[in-house]
């Protein structure tokens, strides 16, 4: 069984910083791309940032310079260093993993449960 678990949200004033962390354990054998998304209140969920195996990176232009991605392999976990916060950065963030769990032959979406980032003005 796979799971994959977001932590590190929070309140935070605005140009603060906050580090989330997404790990995925259980029976994996190898993880592709990582991305995180967040969703604000009555919006749709939005690709902020992600991550491919080789380490190449891609962000949204909203928070281009101001968020960083990063994955530690080892751990199987990747970051998402957010400086600078905005009111605007509000949101729910989720973690997505594409991975190829053991004993299958094929790779599959697994989504965290979302941690709650709130920045105050």
């Known amino acids: 069984q796979v799971q994959v678990v977001e932590s590190g949200g929070g309140l935070v004033q605005a140009g603060g910083s906050l580090r989330l962390s997404c790990a995925a354990s259980g029976s994996i054998f190898t993880i592709n791309n990582i991305h995180w998304y967040r969703q604000a209140p009555g919006k749709q969920r939005e690709l902020v940032a992600r991550?491919?195996?080789?380490?190449?990176?891609d962000y949204a232009d909203s928070v281009k310079g101001r968020f960083t991605i990063y994955r530690d392999n080892a751990k199987n976990t990747v970051y998402l260093e957010m400086n600078s916060l905005k009111p605007e950065d509000t949101a729910v963030y989720y973690c997505?993993?594409?991975?190829?769990?053991?004993?299958?032959?094929?790779?599959?979406?697994?989504w965290g449960q979302g941690t709650q980032v709130t920045v105050s003005s």
């Open positions: 997505n993993a594409v991975l190829r769990p053991r004993d299958t032959d094929s790779f599959a979406s697994y």
């Open positions: 991550i491919s195996s080789g380490g190449t990176t």
